[in-house]
């Protein structure tokens, strides 16, 4: 199971299978009944929001971000059927958004699954007058119609870079305010179109980032 995988010690050989549950351009969140995890894969995805898949990797914590890299996918049933996902953390008022916090000074990022809202600029969305942002982390979707307005945005939070202050967030949804004008619901459907929005540096991390991508 991915609970059992997330037990694993870095560098030990693992195997799991599970759902595609979101991705982005380097990589994509799998999980199941016990929990989820993040696959890292450095370049777009071969498989889709939907997919049920088998896997093998090496495990990995990378500056808090537990993953499985060099991942070979030996089974995929191509199923594009929407998952199912838990019930968001709601995050929405800035008073909650402020006192969350997924990780610790050796802890790992849990992969929560949570749902914001705040003015979204380029990719970073900021929640009221917080110091702390969210950035929608290498997505494969295009929002720039949501550039200057107030959305609300549901995914996994897959780490946090301690030098800047904001979460990385690989987006399920994207849905703008109805006070906002223009701008359609947009999701993160497993397409692997877009550029590669970031530069070196930006990666899944706990308290400490590099300057270097994970994996």
């Known amino acids: 199971t991915v609970a059992e995988v997330l037990k694993s010690t870095k560098g030990d050989a693992v195997s799991t299978q599970g ?3 979101a991705i982005h351009q380097k990589g994509y969140i799998l999980g199941d009944a016990t929990g989820a995890i993040y696959v890292y894969t450095n370049s777009a995805p071969t498989v889709a929001v939907g997919n049920n898949v088998a896997l093998s990797g090496t495990f990995d914590n990378y500056y808090g971000t537990l993953q499985i890299k060099d991942a070979v996918v030996s ?3 191509k199923s594009t059927t929407a998952p199912s996902y838990p019930t968001p953390v709601d ?3 800035q008073a909650a958004y402020d006192a969350f916090k997924t990780y610790g ?3 790992p990022v849990d992969f929560p699954y949570v749902k914001i809202k705040g003015v979204l600029s380029g990719r970073y969305i900021t929640v009221g007058s917080s110091e702390k942002q969210s950035m929608i982390y290498y997505s494969a979707s295009d929002y720039s119609d949501y550039d200057g307005k107030t959305v ?3 995914g ?3 780490g946090f870079h301690s030098s800047n202050g904001y979460y990385q967030i690989i987006e399920t949804s994207v849905v703008a305010d109805e006070s906002s004008e223009g701008g359609n619901e947009g999701g993160n459907e ?3 179109e877009g550029g590669n929005e ?3 540096g930006e990666n899944p991390g706990g308290e400490v980032t590099p300057p270097v991508e994970g994996g």
């Open 198 to 200: 970031g530069g070196e």
């Open 19 to 21: 759902t595609v549950m």
């Open 152 to 154: 609300t945005v549901t």
């Open 75 to 77: 089974a995929n049933d």
């Open 105 to 107: 000074d050796s802890s």
């Open 91 to 93: 995050l929405t008022d």
């Open 190 to 192: 497993g397409g692997n």
């Open 156 to 158: 996994y939070i897959v």
